[in-house]
């Protein structure tokens, strides 16, 4: 036993050096990988931005009472906000096709429109610009390349002091009214 | 099953010329693969050896490329403005993912960068290697001034990206730095304001140096380099390959059997028989790839690993907001120029009515010397063309010690500058503390 | 030989190989090392807790609305970026109050007037607002001249008043001010400025003599600017201020400055005021004492009190004041646009042929426009209006008799 083991010795140690070596090599070539991949992870990872200096999503627009009747528009936020006695509700100025600031345009005459079975009466159109897209008063589009109405935003009234809060991060139907 | 056979075709299409099986494929690839083209078909073991070179010109350009790729992801996050630069590079430091690394390793990058190059013209230096060797056609003197070149564009580019993040130590190093450039006579005052682009350093200093940063002087860097690179070939490879072929007994070179195309047809016989020196092929070379390339690899990954770690463990600092009305204490310009700093301390001149400044000593009259003397050397050098290629030449004994001289002197007031003083340019031992900075709270 | 040269080969590609490996292996780890980093911020461990007390105080629901990630402030007015609330998470909210740092939330009543989204954290706290870590953004870090003005820096200088640190930055805004609620510190110092006749010899908010140097941005000067060799134990302004006000001749021995015995409290109140007078940049609506609006006076705001409670309080809050008089119930129209409505019984009669509960129950022509647009009003309303006016009309009525009986 002694003797064959100390006679296969040798060659045993060859190949352990030859095994062990390829298995350092192999160690070797998925580290480099690995680590190249984490190296180039870092580099791309560092161009995604984690904090943001844009304006906050939410937003406050003042105390009810102090928003004029009708229509006002926030310029910065590109949001027009429509103030009918008591009731409240706020429509995106950016057309839905590719971002433009639509304009609030007024009807020299009312007009009868029909959406989804409603009839309705509207005095102002927004239009759009850059590509001549149409929206009816209630944002649904009728003319031009934009694909989907604008859209409304959700306003809400603050606990805290009574101001309107504008949330651009929640999109609401066009029935939604807010009064206060 | 075939799909995978066929990616294995595609894949060995693709990866042959980096791992030929045969001698024959072996120069092939160095014909066909546009990276690998530039190098010889055959390289020495000498030039291979890592004693000979320490593979500090490879080392330096790996250290470029990892300066190039950190760099242009920084430049997507960094503003060059007064006002912005300085919370950009704080942003950067705590809010970017990975941002403190890559402006680390940039960091470290670049310091490494100034010391490798010279270290580079000192392995350079004192094998002899900017000597013409054998071969014909080689003017390795010119090679060398571009290495000078390429020095120089490497301090120039550290020190103008010592100013981007618009610290205390960015503000009044590169104040003490460019009023070097104001001492020299005459035009001196006119060079520091086309530089700066005002009297101060502000935004016009900021974005000049910045544009001198991320594209002049790269751009520089590279032409010189490849330049560089190019020249190597001319000149009959590195030095040692022309010491290696000197070295060499005279042969009779076999008898290869040839091919004449005459009027008459193909004619078969042998060429001539030459006495010539050669290389031993089979005995002393080896063919480049993949033998040259694992080893470019291998410096690059153990380069790329070491730059990494230090940039780990040396982060990289951040002071105060640029304020030019608090000098901080001490001031000190990049370490790399401190030497000078710390020679023209005392070397303010009055020779009865004569002040000379001693920035324009230091910071003008022995720079150009020093270059000059290098520049100059290689046509003077009157030793023969045995000593090129060869570590301590005994033929180039004198010059040797001479340029090891100046250079300890160097490196002695660089360490003395950089480590050893402090506020009011005191001299401090390491183990003395400096007195403390005084704070608001 | 051939054979030879051969394992020769084999043995430096060997080698490489080796170390390659090994340089790989290196490099794994570094990289491996970062990413982990990566992974496990410092910031990570507060959200993860403070999730955990909102379960525990709030319940699960309002727990899974705690917003991960890295948060900041972002004041662009004041130059202010502050990512205190990325650990700091309880700030407004509710319910927190009795928690522990960093997640109790802010005592109220002083955010009603100095909202976060306004002032951010560092403006009245100190600190590195930029930092993400706890030691560096509480600003004792190298090269941060701004340190978290809280208990530890009030224990480290023995000041007894824990929250007196804070109030010297609570006087970049509020320095033109005698006196400030919750500013007791520094309201002290302003006294004592006012008390010991300061601005004889000194220039103090840009009034006072020239004896001893003007005062106004004195804590605009760098600490570099003041000589500590006199200064037992920690070299700082806020010492050198102290100890100063205490004695002037212990540390300038040639001042003519005379020694009031301050106390040490007194001593610290007045470093901190002296420290405060920086050259802020400050939005104009930030300065306190200000009301940015036109200011009525006083036969303007008795004629509008007049209106909104008077009589004709009805027409001036339906806003018909706008272009109507209501001249026998006190309403004067601000632009006189439309007829007195004291006389719209006889008027609307004569102008459109109708009686007046008819026309504005079925208005035609501008009032048609303003009442379906403007003004708005219910049925309710309508009668109501109606009735006011004829009280109105009838008052107006016995006007013109006694106009006529005088005559």
Known sequence: MNESDSAQSPKETEKDKNSRRAFLQKIGVGSVLLGAGATGFQSVRALIPDILYEASERFKIGHPAQISEGVTFIEDRRLYVFKEGKTFYAISGACTHLGCTVKYTKLNQPKDIEVDGLKKKINFEFHCPCHGSKFYADGTNFAGPAPRPLRWYKLEQSPDDGQLIVDLGEEVEQNFRLTV | ?441 | MNHKNMKQKLEFVIKDKTIVSIVSIIFFIVTGYIVFNYMTPEWKMYQNEFQSVVEEKLGVDRAATVRGGLQQVYVKDLGVTDRCITCHMGMEWKGMENTENPYRSHPKEILVKHPISKFGCTPCHGGQGYATEMQSAHGFAPFWEEPLLGKELAEFYVVSNKKAMMQMNCNTCHRYQKETNGMDVINNAKQIINNKGCRACHIVNGRGGTVGPDLTYEGEKSAEQFNYERIKGFASMFTWHVTHFKNPKELVPETVMPSFGFSSSDAQSLALLVMSWKKAKLPIEYIPGNNFRDIPSSEESEKEERMKNGPGAFFVQRRCFVCHSVSSLGVEAAAQIGPDLALAVEDVQSRFGRTLDDFLMKPTGTMDVVLSTMIPLTKEERLEAIGKLRQAYELKKKERQSVVKNK
């Open chain 2, 1 to 441: 099953m075939q799909f995978a056979e066929q990616a294995k075709k595609i894949y060995n299409k693709l990866v042959w010329t980096w791992n030929p099986g045969s001698e024959k494929e072996s120069g092939d690839a160095i014909v066909k693969n546009i990276l690998l083209h530039w190098f010889p078909n055959k390289i020495s073991k000498g030039s291979l050896s890592w004693n000979y070179s320490f593979y500090l010109g490879t080392v330096s350009f790996v250290l470029f490329s990892i300066l190039t790729v950190t760099g242009m992801i920084l430049m997507f996050l960094y503003v060059p403005s007064v006002e912005r630069a300085y919370s950009s590079v704080k942003d950067i430091e705590f809010v970017v993912a990975f941002g403190w690394l890559l402006r680390s390793v940039h960091r470290i990058s670049a310091h490494l960068m100034v010391a490798v190059v010279f270290l580079h013209m000192v392995r350079v230096f004192l094998t002899g290697a900017y000597k013409n060797g054998t071969s014909v056609g080689s003017n390795r003197p010119v090679n060398w001034i571009v290495g000078i070149v390429l020095l120089l564009s490497t301090l120039l580019l550290s020190f103008t990206g010592y100013l981007l993040p618009w610290d205390q130590l960015a503000y009044w190093a590169i104040t003490v730095g460019t009023n070097i450039a104001s001492s020299a006579p005459v035009v001196g005052e006119k060079i520091r304001f086309f530089l700066l682009g005002g009297n101060t350093i502000n935004q016009n200093a900021l974005i000049r140096f910045y544009v001198l940063h991320v594209f002049f002087l790269p751009v520089l860097v590279l032409f010189l380099f490849l330049y560089h690179m190019w020249r190597i070939r001319k000149d009959g490879g590195l030095a040692i390959a022309d010491h290696e072929s000197l070295n060499q007994k005279p042969e009779k070179a076999l008898p290869v059997k040839s091919k004449t195309y005459s009027l008459l047809g193909i004619t078969n016989g042998t060429s001539v028989h030459v006495q010539t020196t050669m290389v031993n092929e089979e005995e002393n070379t080896v063919s480049s790839v993949p033998h040259l390339i694992r080893r470019l690899w291998l410096v690059t990954l153990a380069t790329t690993a070491a730059t990494i770690l230090l940039a780990i463990l040396f982060t990289a600092p951040l002071e105060e907001a640029a304020n030019p009305s608090v000098t901080p204490n001490p001031a000190k310009a990049p370490w790399y120029f401190l030497w000078l700093q710390e020679i023209v301390t005392d070397t303010t001149l009055k020779l009865g009515f004569i002040t000379i400044n001693g920035a324009f000593i230091g910071g003008i009259v022995l720079p150009t010397l020093l270059i000059a003397l290098a520049v100059w050397w290689p046509y003077r050098d009157p030793s023969g063309t045995g000593s090129a290629g060869v570590w301590f030449s005994s033929e180039r004994k004198k010059q040797n010690y001479a340029f090891i001289g100046i250079c300890v002197v160097i490196i002695i007031f660089t360490v003395i500058g950089t480590f050893l003083r402090g506020p009011y340019w005191n001299f401090y031992w390491p183990w003395e503390s400096w007195p403390t900075m005084p704070v608001k709270f």
